[in-house]
């Protein structure tokens, strides 16, 4: 059954317009795509939370987590389509979290140079953030999306009663990138996020398509705009800079340490872009059950920093807020960087 509320909306990037249903019905999927035409690509968790709903697909299912996405895990996915026929005419349906839309993805860009790939994100990071965007691919050793490509897929799939199975650390992760959102993007939904508790959404099912979406769309406007990631699209690493330094030094989610990150670019932010609202974002993310003091190894955590993608020569790109729902990327001199974060203080 389709479901009755299903809203349809495309988004065109440079190389393809992407198909996003929200507030869909999983059993949509074949409508979209006969059954003998697709290869589902899910990991266990999700596969044993929702084995009914995929019953009767061909199906690959991985080890979930992190240390999976790796080449080897590609090798054994074309393994499997070699099994299953697959040809240029097949779709490879990613079904999970980021890992798994991230997998599927770059196999996807290359098997046979290049086949149809759509997703269906099934925790609320995928659903805002890791499937759109068109970024793909996997870790390599220590390093993280080394390898990988930027090509978008068909269709997002957006059935929320996926999340009904997910752990309650993952909710957690993806509100750092919602409140990450509102901070750069919109005081408004801020402001609605001020208002609220992650149980609000978790019960409330129109609330939570309505946030989803909300989210969806600032992510997808974004990289719309700068699908190459020469300018605005910069703006979604706000709170990844430092967050990233210290999400490899200690044993963190990536959504606490992004939420230190935000905490400690807001501080930033003070000294640098007149930013007034630190107390303010330090209590969402609070609400929200993410940790905003951390005690971390400050001139380590530099030293990370300094090897980091973004950085330019003698300066680094950081993303500051001028104020809530207004992200700016500033060049800061690296020595210059280096002397306010050894004074942040937690
Ligand atoms: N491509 C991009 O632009 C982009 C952006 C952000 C993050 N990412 C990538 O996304 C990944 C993180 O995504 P994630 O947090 O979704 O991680 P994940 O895919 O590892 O999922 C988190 C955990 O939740 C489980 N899970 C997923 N859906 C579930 C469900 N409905 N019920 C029960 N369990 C479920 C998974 O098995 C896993 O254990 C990272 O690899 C990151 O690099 C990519
Ligand atoms: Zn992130």
Known sequence: MISGSMQTKSYRFSSATVNYYFDADFSRLEKLIGKEQAVLITDEHVFQAHKKKLKGWNCITLKPGEEYKIQATVDSIIEQLIEFKADRSTWLIGIGGGVITDLTGYVAAIYMRGIKCGFVP??????????????????????KNLVGTIRQPQFLLYDYSFLKSLPKQEWVNGFAEIIKHSCIKDL??????EQHKPAYYQKDKPALAKLIRRNAEIKSTVVQGDEFEKGERRLLNFGHTLGHAIENMYELSHGQAI???????????????????????IKVLD????PTLANYDKQKAFEVLKMDKKREKKAMNYVLLEKIGKGVVQSVPMDELEQIIMKLTS
């Open 122 to 143: 099934t925790t609320v990071l995928a659903m805002v953030d890791a499937s759109i965007g068109g970024k793909n691919g996997i870790d390599v050793g220590i390093y």
């Open 188 to 193: 408004r939904l801020f402001k609605e996020l």
């Open 259 to 281: 939420s230190i990150g935000m905490t400690d670019a807001c501080k930033i932010s003070e000294q640098l872009a007149g930013f007034k609202d630190t107390d303010r974002v």
């Open 287 to 290: 609400q929200y059950g993410l």
